[in-house]
């Protein structure tokens, strides 16, 4: 049976229609010609409660599109782009700020539902970001960088809202879930903190397609080109007999090793989170705005949500009992 009735149901986001179509004999996991089935058009269209519908109703949380050109998606990848192209709404207007809340709505529900991530998540994200950029300039929106709020308490790493919070949550969800492995929780400290020395190592002995080759290009070049030396690092320094704190730039590098694209990239990204985090409070005139501070967050996130689908595929080892 066509699926008009059911896209129809899903463009209303009515879940007994959805409920009525599927019960007619419409197939929720048959592609259209473009290769989306409606439970994929509902991802990217409708709500959580409309998507739970075609879920109830016999939608396969695991089908994947079946595009003629270019990689296929899964669910969470679809809602990684849905996320990235909301960006087209002005920051802090009541429409991203809706469907922000409805990805996230839809990301739990997906995981509730055993749909995986993939590494193509954070490509299809950026992605969404890029097309959101095109939207919002055809339509003359002024773009995060001119329009947004900063974090008011982060001098030195300025990055726009909500590229902050997604960076910090990221990160966040990160270390929760390498804390889950004994082998990642640095010892002899009472509070539980990440053994970064062992993610190191980790991402060392990956083939360099698995984390470096999964990342953007975009991201490689803002990190890996150049002297590999940003962001700066706070180091503490004596001034007249007293300690102050000084931002530096330090190599990506680790000292007495071969330099590594792998480790270069994490040791970045855990300096803008820290950069982000502790900021530079006690002297807005410390370091100049060197204007480029969305471009590394962007970078950032791009690495921790790499890091991320790979925690979540195994890479890291599974979780503790």
């Known amino acids: 049976m066509p699926n008009t009735d059911l896209l129809a149901a899903i463009q209303q986001r009515n879940p007994a229609q959805i409920a009525a179509a599927i019960g007619r004999g419409t197939l929720p996991n048959a592609h259209d010609a473009r290769g989306y089935t409606p439970f994929h058009v509902a991802l990217l269209t409708a709500d959580a409660p409309t998507v739970r519908a075609l879920l109830d109703n016999g939608a396969d949380p695991l089908v994947r599109t079946n595009l003629a050109q270019g990689r296929n998606m899964g669910a969470k990848t679809l809602v990684a782009y849905r996320h990235g ?9 009541r429409e991203r700020d809706a469907e922000f809340a409805v990805c996230e709505a839809l ?25 959101a950029a095109d939207i919002a300039a055809r339509q003359g929106v002024r773009g995060r960088l001119r329009g947004s709020r900063r974090l008011g308490y982060d001098v030195v790493m300025p990055v726009s809202d909500p590229l902050d919070s997604h960076l910090l949550r990221a990160f966040g969800r990160l270390e929760f879930k390498l804390k889950q492995r004994s082998r990642f929780i640095r010892p002899n400290q009472r509070d539980a903190m990440v053994n970064w020395r062992e993610v190191n190592s980790a991402v060392l002995a990956m083939p ?57 990239l994490l040791e970045a990204a855990r300096r803008v989170r820290n950069n982000l985090f502790h900021g530079g409070k006690e002297d807005p005139g410390e370091q100049p705005f060197d204007g480029d501070d969305d471009e590394w967050g962007d970078a950032a996130l791009d690495v921790a949500r790499t890091l991320l689908a790979l925690v979540d595929r195994g890479a890291f080892g599974p979780p503790d009992p």
């Open 107 to 131: 990301d739990r529900l997906l995981d509730e539902r055993g749909a995986l991530p993939h590494l193509d998540d954070t490509h299809w994200w950026m992605k969404g970001v890029e097309d």
């Open 85 to 93: 192209r909301a960006h087209a709404h002005p920051p802090g207007s």
């Open 208 to 264: 360099r397609a698995m984390f470096v080759g999964q990342v953007s290009e975009e991201t490689r070049r803002k990190i890996l080109l150049g002297t590999r030396d940003r962001p700066k690092v706070q180091e503490v320094v004596a001034a007249g007999g007293v300690l102050k704190a000084e931002f530096r730039l330090r190599a990506l590098d680790l000292p007495g090793l071969p330099p590594s694209d792998a480790i270069a």
